[in-house]
């Protein structure tokens, strides 16, 4: 009886002991590498999601969308248009150069010509906002035009001195030249991927000056020219130029409009108050676009159909700079996903040695060491040849200052998680 209840505990102590051995060795291991394998798909999914398309808006059917200048009751915005009853033709060129985020140089042209008799006087044109401006100077047929600061509901603004235009079919040319701080802001409808933070994308808006227009006519072609220079990034060309502020098709409204019925008196009228669409948007008018190089080009025609209120150029990182953090993740998973048993093969004949002996160890820490060093090849090749093809080093705090803090560093060390995790795992397989 004695010998028969010393078996009873002796099993009942070996159940939990081997349950306890499967859980380090099978679940703890293999969910590791399940979850470092998951770990860049999710992260791939997610940039293949957010970069096509790059922005979404709150609706998809664009090609419907509604002017909120053509809406009834809409407090007046700020236009690239002034219409005017005098017979005349006016085109205006900005050309910008853009070599960082700190200041850029604008040189602002307008040609304004008479096509029949008249006269048309230019009266406290403003251009510019005074804290924006580092340096200034303005010409109205190559001499020197006066201008001043004017305050409006606390806004500072630069104002050219009055001037008239009168002779007919003379070429009026007046000048801005001007280095400015440039308006940076972070883009609303920008997809972000998750690795990224908010430097990810900016939004830079440059001047918008009022260019005159004569009624039920469209002005000749207007241009924009953004020489950009800086490192890592580019426009996106779509998103960028001249824009204008929009709210979705008028069959989506219901979702969006609210009305309200309001009593004055008993025996008197229910005006109804409408609220419209309030998720508006800014999105680029009628336009061309073209890029040549480092040459960014926008080209229109302004209207009365065809107006804007602002300039912006959307700024995102280069396609080769964001292939980067996922090299560092792909390439170590596919590595790990055809090679599994990479490193294993001396690993398999040390599993006899029950003893832990240096020896042992020195070889678990050779192994691992192998298995870094493959994993970081495809990475290490891959920003060789980007340095070769003339992407400098420094894109490391390009990328380091575009993306949170903890996925940066877990980005560079996934090739030493996996390794360890892979091999570990592969050693319980082989045990």
């Known amino acids: 009886m004695p010998r028969r209840k010393a078996r009873r505990r002796k099993t009942k102590g070996a159940i939990p ?26 992260l791939l999914l997610d940039f293949l999601i957010c970069y096509f398309p790059p922005c979404t808006y709150p609706t ?64 406290n044109t403003s251009f510019l906002s005074f804290e924006e401006v580092l340096s200034l100077t303005v ?3 190559g001499r020197s035009l006066d201008y001043y600061c004017f305050e409006n509901e606390g806004q500072k603004y630069y104002v050219m001195e009055n001037f008239t235009v009168i002779q007919k079919e003379k070429i009026y040319k007046f000048e801005i030249f001007s280095t400015i701080k440039p308006r940076i802001r972070a883009s609303k409808f920008i997809n972000t991927p998750w690795i990224f933070n908010e430097n990810y994308a900016r939004v830079i808006y440059l001047p918008l000056a009022k260019i005159a227009v004569q009624t039920n006519k469209s002005s000749d072609l207007c241009t924009i020219s953004v020489n950009m220079d800086i490192p890592y990034r580019r426009i996106l060309m779509d998103e960028s130029g001249w824009t204008d502020l929009f709210v979705c098709p ?14 004055w008196e008993e025996t008197g ?12 948007f800014d999105y680029s008018i009628e336009q061309e676009s073209r890029n040549e190089k480092n040459l960014y080009i926008f080209s229109t025609h302004f209207s009365e159909d065809n107006i804007a209120s602002k300039i912006s150029l959307l700024l995102i990182p280069k396609v080769e700079v964001i292939l980067i953090p996922l090299i560092f993740l792909l390439f170590p998973l596919f590595f790990n996903f055809f090679y599994p048993n990479f490193g294993h093969e001396k690993n398999s004949k040390m599993k006899n040695n ?15 060491s192998t298995r870094i060093f493959w994993l970081y090849t495809g990475p290490i090749l891959s920003l060789v040849g980007l340095f070769v093809t003339g992407t400098p080093i420094l894109v490391f705090g390009f990328i380091r200052e575009i993306t ?28």
């Open 139 to 141: 010409l109205f047929e």
């Open 404 to 431: 949170n803090p903890f996925m940066f560093w877990l980005i560079l060390i996934y090739p030493i998680l996996l390794a360890f995790v892979s091999y570990f795992s592969g050693k319980d397989v082989c045990a």
């Open 354 to 368: 029950k003893k832990k002996t240096s020896e042992g160890r020195t070889h678990i820490i050779k192994a691992i």
């Open 60 to 123: 998809t059917n664009l090609k419907d969308i509604v002017r909120v200048r053509s809406l009834e009751n809409q407090p007046p915005l700020i236009s690239s248009v002034s219409f005017v009853d005098v017979p005349i033709n006016t085109k205006q060129r900005i050309g910008v150069t853009l070599d960082s985020l700190i200041e850029m140089d604008v040189e602002y042209t307008e040609e304004i010509y008479l096509t029949g008799y008249g006269a048309l006087t230019f009266i």
């Open 250 to 263: 008028p069959y989506e409204w219901k979702e969006w409009v609210i009305e309200a019925t309001f009593f």
């Open 269 to 280: 009228p229910k005006p109804v108050i409408r609220v419209l669409p309030s998720r508006s």
């Open 17 to 42: 002991k081997f349950l306890s051995k499967i859980y380090r060795h099978i679940i703890r291991w293999r969910t590791l590498m399940v979850a470092l394998y998951v770990f860049p798909s999710i």
